[in-house]
């Protein structure tokens, strides 16, 4: 089975008022193509040809008698006909997604297999450390960490895009705007602007925002919502020259570290990279926030349950980290007094 709707030898056809015979499978392709906005990727999610894609997609419209999406030559583009589909369907597709994990979690007890979807950054940087003393805690849970990069970005994920398809517990770096699920802002996760030795030598370290003029940046695309440090970065661009944007906080790490520029980084990832020097700390970019997300009836489960707790804690032991707190002052030692 590939996806909510499963494909069947005699796919299944109804009539209804105002409706020819429609193949419901057909849904199955338009979430894809929402989801991916291109045949290529849905394609390749159903493991079927363009082709394919395409005249399921026409079929659906034909059968609704609606456009769903407006062909881009950037790729498939949602229509208010498609949008509006989307939100109906949206529930049914979460709770079909949802089953085998429904099935699985029905025994109770803290045991079973529970997917938490995060990060990069906070899956190495955050939960990666604390995992051994969580596998002794709860030795018959198995986790699994599912990466998701639309959880680092600043913005709302797509609506297609639930950030509880397919996983129990979700961490991300922003409020959703959507969903009925349980929600709980955990934290904090600084910024600050990173570079190496190398180039701040070359050409100067800035003191002030004014001295950002002239500079290369390293920092978010032009998509993502002016939160925090990417707000930051659409200030500081104006007068800089911008070498590198990427939503991936690993690529404008390493870009970084090859001396391409100035790097809007996650504090927690740079402090501890003895290659980066921090410039300038959280008080000027920012941070974002991080959010627990998990669906109503899951958060019940004594197995998903004892995830949350575990994400919880990690935040508390890492909350320094996080909230670029890794310069603290350091007492003097005792003077000696002089003999008289």
């Known amino acids: 089975m590939q996806g909510p709707y499963a494909v069947r030898a005699n796919p299944v056809s109804v009539r209804s008022a105002g409706l020819k015979s429609m193949n419901w499978d057909d849904l199955r392709f338009f979430l894809a193509v929402a989801a991916a906005g291109s045949l290529s990727g849905a394609g390749q999610q159903l493991g079927v040809n363009t082709t394919t894609v395409l005249r399921r997609v026409a079929s659906l419209e034909d059968d609704l008698g609606a456009r769903l999406f407006e062909r881009e030559r950037t790729g498939y583009r949602l229509t208010t006909a498609g949008e509006k589909l989307v939100e109906a369907l949206e529930p049914v597709d979460r709770r079909l997604s949802a089953l085998p994990r429904d099935f699985a979690a029905a025994g109770g007890g803290a045991e079973g297999i529970v997917r938490l979807a995060a990060s990069d950054v906070v899956a190495a940087s955050l939960l990666a450390p604390e995992l051994p003393s969580f596998r002794c805690d709860h030795p018959g849970l198995e986790l699994e960490i599912v990466t998701d990069p639309r959880l680092a970005a600043a913005g709302a994920v797509p609506r297609i895009g639930n950030p509880l398809k397919d996983v129990d517990v979700a961490l991300r770096l922003a409020r959703p705007t959507q969903g009925d699920m349980l929600m709980r802002k955990v934290g904090e996760m600084a910024y600050g602007l990173y570079a190496v030795p190398a180039y701040l030598e ?78 300038f700390g959280p008080d000027m970019l920012g941070a974002l926030e991080m959010w627990l997300l998990a669906r109503n009836d899951l958060a019940q489960l004594a197995h998903v349950r004892a995830v949350m707790e575990f994400v919880v804690e990690a935040v508390k032991r890492h909350r320094g980290a996080l909230e670029g707190r890794v310069q603290e002052v350091m007492e003097l030692p005792p003077q000696s007094r002089p003999n008289h």
């Open 202 to 279: 070359e050409r100067g370290r800035p003191r002030q925002m004014a001295d950002i003029a002239g500079h290369d940046l390293i920092g978010f695309p032009r998509t993502e919502t002016p939160l925090g440090p990417v707000w930051w970065f659409s200030r500081a661009e104006k007068s800089a020259q911008v070498a590198l944007r990427s939503s991936s906080v690993t690529a404008r790490a390493e870009a970084a570290r090859r001396g391409l520029g100035l790097a809007a980084l996650p504090c927690i990832l740079a402090d501890a990279d003895e290659g980066l020097e921090r410039v």
